[in-house]
C-alpha cells in the first residue's frame, strides 16, 4: 500500500512539473498569443461612429516606417466587449474601448500582463465616445510605443529561447557587448572589428552587421559613411563588383541621436538599402553608441532582403535582435 502511494505522489510530481513548467520565469500556460504585429481592437459598435472607428483604426494600421512598400504598422482584430472571450484576452496587444452611459467618469489604463505575458492592454473606459476618443489622440504615440515595443518582446523571448551561444561568444570577445542571436543565423564574414552574421531562407535573407570604428562620432553623416564603408569591403552582391550602401533618399534615412536601449544610450537610423551595380535592397535598422572606453563606436545593425514579400515582420526581427544588446 505504502508502495503505491509513492508512486502516486511521484506521479503528481512529474505532471504538476510538466503544467508549471517555465521557460525564462513564464509559466508555458500563461504565454500570450497572436500573429506578429497583430492587435485586438475591442470597441462596440453601439456607442461609436464610423468616423471614429476610421480614425482609430487609421491611426493602429499606420504605414510602418521606412520600408520599401507600404505596410501597416499593425494588422487588426476587431471584436465587441461581449465577443472579447477568454482567448482572445490572452492576446499580446489590446486596445479595449469600454463604454458604458453610467459611467461617472472617464479614464484611460495602461496595464501589464493581465491575463497572459508578455502583454500590454490599452483600456479606455468612459460614458461617451467623444471623451474617449480624446484620450485616444492624446495618448497615440505612447500606444503606438507600447504595442510595437511588446511585439519586439515577443522575438527576444523565441530568441533567448533558442540562442546561438557560439557567435554570442565571439560577439563578447570582439566587441565587449551581448547581443541574443537566434540559433538559425550563422556567421557568414568575421573580419578585425567587423562581423556579418546570415539566416537564409529559399525566399529571403536576414543579415545582423557588428562593427566597430574609432572615434566618438555619432552624427548622422558619420554613422551612413561608416556603414558605407564596411558594406562595401566586406559585403558583396549577387553580381560581381556590386556592393551595398544606404539609400539616401528623402526622408531616409531617419535618425535619432536620443535613444536608449536598455541601459546604452545611443543613436538609432531607419531606412532603405541599395546594391551599387545590382538591383538588390531592402530595409534595415542601426543602433550605433560609443563603447565603455570613449574610444570606438560600436554599430549593430539589422537589414532585410525579401524581393516579392512583405517585410515589416522581417525587419522587425532583426531589429529586435539589435535591441537585445548590453
Known amino acids: 500500500m505504502k508502495k503505491n502511494i509513492f508512486y502516486f505522489n511521484c506521479l ?9 513548467c517555465k521557460r525564462n520565469g513564464i509559466k508555458i500556460e500563461n504565454f500570450s498569443n497572436g500573429k506578429a504585429g ?22 493602429l494600421t499606420q504605414p510602418q516606417p521606412a520600408l520599401p512598400q507600404i505596410e501597416p504598422m499593425f494588422d487588426l482584430l476587431h471584436f465587441g466587449n461581449k465577443d472579447f472571450s477568454s482567448h482572445f484576452q490572452r492576446h499580446r496587444n489590446i486596445v ?4 458604458n452611459p453610467n459611467y461617472a467618469s472617464n479614464t484611460f489604463q495602461i496595464a501589464e500582463n493581465v491575463w497572459a505575458r508578455p502583454q500590454i492592454h490599452i483600456y479606455l473606459k468612459g460614458n461617451n465616445m467623444d471623451s474617449l476618443l480624446f484620450l485616444f489622440e492624446q495618448n497615440k504615440n505612447e500606444i503606438i510605443n507600447l504595442l ?23 560577439i563578447k570577445e570582439k566587441f565587449n557587448i551581448r547581443i541574443t542571436i537566434p540559433n538559425t543565423y550563422n556567421v557568414a564574414r568575421e573580419e578585425d572589428d567587423f562581423l556579418w552574421l546570415r539566416f537564409k531562407t529559399v525566399k529571403n535573407d536576414r543579415f545582423i552587421i557588428i562593427y566597430k570604428t574609432p572615434g566618438n562620432d ?20 549577387s553580381v560581381k563588383g556590386a556592393y551595398s550602401i544606404i539609400a539616401e533618399v528623402t526622408p531616409f534615412p531617419l535618425y535619432n541621436d536620443n535613444v536608449n536601449v536598455g541601459t546604452i ?6 531606412g532603405l538599402w541599395e546594391c551599387v551595380g545590382d538591383k538588390m535592397g531592402g ?8 563603447d565603455k ?34
Open 12 to 20: 503528481l510530481l512529474v505532471v504538476f512539473s510538466l503544467f508549471s
Open 218 to 237: 555619432l552624427t548622422k553623416q558619420s554613422l551612413i559613411d561608416a556603414r558605407n564603408e564596411k558594406t562595401k569591403a566586406f559585403i558583396p552582391g
Open 96 to 99: 479595449q474601448f469600454d463604454i
Open 283 to 290: 530595409p534595415f535598422y542601426n543602433f550605433s553608441f560609443i
Open 265 to 270: 544610450s545611443g543613436t538609432e537610423m531607419r
Open 38 to 59: 497583430e492587435v485586438i481592437l475591442v470597441l462596440d459598435l453601439k456607442y461609436t461612429t464610423e468616423s471614429a472607428l476610421s480614425y482609430i483604426k487609421e491611426t
Open 148 to 170: 510595437y515595443d511588446n511585439d519586439l518582446k515577443r522575438v527576444r523571448y523565441f530568441a533567448s529561447s533558442n540562442n546561438n551561444l557560439y557567435i554570442e561568444k565571439i
Open 293 to 326: 572606453s570613449g574610444e570606438n563606436v560600436i554599430s549593430v545593425d539589422g537589414f532585410v532582403y525579401a524581393p516579392q514579400e512583405d517585410k515589416r515582420d522581417y525587419l522587425r526581427e532583426v531589429e529586435a535582435i539589435v535591441k537585445s544588446v548590453q
